[in-house]
């Protein structure tokens, strides 16, 4: 076989996609025009769409734990973002700004300058129509809920459907009725048009405002914590809205609470000032009655300050034992909790130990915050079982173990400090046992004093701070930065147009690319190199090509009575001509050096044009003067008497069926001759399905010998190597092989994979023929015939 050519392979490549794109122009216009105006219309949409934006408002919460009066409603605010995110909550919002009501394509308030909905409004799909031909008049139609979900049906898209109300457009300026109160837009009013819009279910209205909004807590800075609320969707003004109008429903609940909480507080602690006046006033009176009764008894300094220390101890163990108690119970709840609700419960102990100023709380808060906050984005756009999800769950059960971890050790410390406290005050009581019992009477009485004063004045103390608070109405939340409608980001239309552009181009060609790379036939002869690597000896060109190039406008030559056509040009000089010519210059110098230049003709499948081939090559040489014989091989169907319009027997089956001797007479008589005297042709004869052992046989053996002393040239017509193995078995005979492949229908990669098969065939091929291929070299050819038969002509 004939190594691949050395050509530049990137040339080759480059002339293979020019003659690809050319094959497929038409397919290439026309998805060309279809593509570049879907291209156009999604460039305008894009340009035109409302994009998704977001906007965020900012709540500022104040820290009231230095409030000693109110110290219990601070515990309040540590669920503020899952208040928020309630839908309870969210259901007000829904209501307040009636966002059951949806407006498609347009921004609500370039529609209505206010919105407002009840319970009596009917969900559905609602249309507003102007009449194209009294363009004064307008329409709104309306469709029904069906299953739960929203359709248009055909007659509502069209402007039918039930109308619900008519009216003029120079009047229009409120559509009331149904459940609707909807004031239009100046804007509007000025340059109305259609459009369509839609009123969903409360509880469809309040899920989709919870998937639009997200709520992060953030750190605590200079005594406030922030609560970013933040709202997405493509109606700017709409969302700012809704950010802003959740922001400040929370600070008036939390307000209001806080207010209800605080006038509790006052009530409850004016009860406990009543009751501890009560003791202080007892405990007062019992002192005096003690003086009175014994004017000389008194206390020295020194007892009267271990008293005030043995008072203060004591208060100390009761705010110990009382942090012990709620910090136990925090770490019974945590142990019997489930998994679920162990993150609820280290949040109450977050917030339980920030209280008593344990410092490594403010970063277990910013933690959680933020983990919780990652919890709720994956859990809308990620499976239970995603591996993000998974992680923040481990990161979640890290941060509650560390806690839990910090609680026990404020248990443990806790203890300690009791321990200490009772060992004190065991020992200040212990002196005070050594007084007389005069001066230890008074000492109780002291102590007891001293006791209901100090709680006399804590209780006062929060009982004013509460009162004040309640009376100014301070609110500890309030909304710090309200949310503005975002600014859609600018469009660059030229980068936009670049890349829908390219996108496009690559729709087109992909498909050509493809459908090419999955080709396994050659188009074309550097087609046939780049995928074999394998030379081509020669291009035929389609037949109507031919007859399309010739001189004259048709095609010169002999026909049998089937109408095959035997391109044999003899006074006229054309592409065909030269295309033969060519072959047969290109097979005789490759066969300059062998001694019996015999060839087969063969080809992978049948219909490659093989016989074509081998006639007009045979007719070729013959006419260059050189003693040719050509043998139709193919017994099983050879057709190549045709071509010659000669008859079909005896034939060279009959020859090699035939039981008698061989001899030169019956050689010759199977010898046709043709037009051209140094051509003869041999005809398959009768047709037989045995050639292989007929072909293997001694007689064949005596013909082809025979043959290749009368004649300079031995030219056979073999069968497809596909189909059978009569070119393997004749191989060892003959000198070369030229094997023909159809541009567009052979497997170039079968061919060669089993010619690879038969060594003794691969050894002596000369190159391969590419039947009806578009061939540049073949136009050539005829613009130079064409030009040298020109000049002919004028000479003479």
């Known amino acids: 076989m004939q190594p691949r050519p050395q050509r530049g392979v990137a040339t080759q490549r480059l002339r293979h996609y020019r003659r690809l794109l050319w ?53 309040l605010m540590q669920a503020q973002s899952d208040l928020i995110r309630s839908r309870t909550f969210l259901k007000g919002i829904v209501r307040n700004l009636s966002l059951q009501l949806v407006v498609r394509t347009f921004e609500r308030s370039s529609i209505f300058d206010s919105v407002t909905v009840d319970s009596q409004v009917t969900a559905g799909a609602y249309r507003f129509v102007i009449d194209t031909k009294s363009k004064d008049s307008f329409a709104v ?109 929370f600070v008036q609940k939390n307000f209001n609470f806080k207010s209800a909480r605080t006038r509790s507080v006052v009530a409850s602690l004016g009860k406990q000032l009543e009751a501890v006046s009560r003791d202080l006033s007892s405990s007062s009176e019992l002192l005096r009655s003690f003086h009175a009764a014994n004017p000389s008894v008194g206390l020295s300094e020194n007892v009267k300050q271990r008293i005030s220390g043995l008072s203060q101890s004591e208060k100390g163990e009761a705010d110990v034992r009382k942090s012990l108690s709620g910090a136990q119970d925090l770490a019974a709840e945590s142990a019997a909790a489930s998994a679920d609700d162990k993150l ?87 002196e005070l046992q050594g007084l007389p019992s005069k001066e230890l009477q008074l000492a109780e009485l002291e102590r007891r004093h001293q006791i209901f004063s100090d709680i006399y004045s804590s209780v006062l103390s929060r009982y004013n701070q509460a009162r004040v608070l309640n009376t100014a109405e301070v609110a500890e939340v309030f909304v710090m930065d309200p949310a503005v409608p975002p600014i859609p980001p600018p469009v660059n239309l030229p980068e936009l147009f670049g890349l829908v552009l390219a996108l496009s181009l690559v729709i087109i060609i992909l498909p050509v690319v493809t459908a090419d790379y999955f080709d396994r036939t050659a188009h074309s002869e550097d087609d046939f190199t780049l995928k074999t690597g394998s030379v081509v000896l020669e291009g035929v060109p389609k037949i109507d090509v031919l007859r399309r190039k010739t001189r004259n406008g ?166 497809p190597i596909e189909a059978v193995i009569d070119a393997a078995v004749i191989a060892p005979m003959f000198s070369s092989f030229l094997v023909v492949a159809r541009a567009g229908q052979t497997n170039v990669a079968e061919l060669t994979r089993k010619i690879g098969e038969f060594p003794v065939i691969e050894d002596k091929v000369l190159g391969f023929v590419l039947n009806d291929v578009s061939s540049e070299r073949s136009a050539k050819y005829y613009r130079y015939s064409s030009y040298y038969a020109a000049a002919a002509e004028d000479k003479s």
Request: glycine share 8%; proline share 2%; net charge positive.
């Open 23 to 75: 094959r497929f122009k038409w397919y290439l216009l026309c998805s060309g025009i279809i593509v570049t105006c879907a291209s156009l219309a999604i460039l305008a949409v894009i340009v035109n769409r409302r994009h998704i934006e977001s906007t965020t408002a900012i709540i500022g919460v104040e820290n009231t734990a230095d409030l000693t009066a109110v110290k219990d409603v601070s515990g």
């Open 141 to 249: 139609y309306f469709a029904k809920e069906k299953q739960g979900e929203f359709y248009l049906m055909g007659m509502v898209m069209q402007g039918g459907g039930e109308q619900i109300y008519r009216g003029k457009l120079s009047e229009l300026s409120v559509l009331d009725g149904r459940g609707m109160h909807l004031v239009f837009a100046g804007q509007f009013r000025a340059a109305p048009h259609d459009f369509r819009f839609r009123i969903r279910p409360m509880q469809n209205a309040v899920e989709t405002l919870f998937d639009a909004m997200t709520v992060k807590e953030t750190d605590s800075r200079n005594g406030v914590s922030n609560i970013a609320v933040s709202v997405t969707g493509p109606d700017y003004r709409l969302i700012a809205d809704m950010a802003n109008a959740v922001a400040e429903a």
């Open 344 to 430: 609820g419960i280290a949040q109450e102990i977050v917030a339980f130990l920030a209280a008593r100023n344990v410092t490594s709380m403010a970063v277990y808060q910013s933690q959680l915050s933020d983990l919780i906050a990652q919890a709720h984005d994956l859990g809308r756009n990620y499976a239970e079982d995603h591996p993000l999800r998974e992680e923040n769950r481990r990161k979640l059960e890290k941060v509650t173990s560390d806690v839990l971890a910090s609680l026990r050790g404020y248990i443990s410390s806790s203890r300690s400090s009791l321990a200490g406290k009772s060992s004190d005050i065991q020992s200040m009581r212990s």
């Open 554 to 719: 048709h095609l010169i030559g002999r026909h049998g009575n089937n109408g095959a056509t035997l391109i044999s040009v003899q006074n006229e000089e054309g592409v065909s001509k030269e295309v033969f010519r060519a072959l047969r210059t290109k097979t005789m110098l490759r066969l300059f050096d062998v001694k019996e230049k015999s060839i087969v003709v063969t080809s992978l499948e049948p219909g490659a044009g093989k016989s074509t081939v081998a006639a007009n090559l045979a007719y070729a040489l013959a006419h260059q003067g050189l003693k040719t014989i050509v043998v139709d091989g193919d017994m099983r169907r050879g057709t190549l008497y045709k071509w010659f319009g000669k008859k079909q027997g005896p034939g060279l089956s009959d020859y090699l069926a035939s039981p008698d001797a061989v001899t030169m007479e019956t050689i010759t008589s199977l010898i046709q001759t043709t037009s051209l005297p140094s051509l003869a042709f041999i005809s398959a004869g009768t047709p037989v399905q045995f050639s292989s052992e007929l072909l293997a046989s001694e007689r064949f053996a005596q013909l082809k010998k025979e043959l290749a002393r009368r004649f300079q040239l031995v030219i056979m017509d073999s069968p």
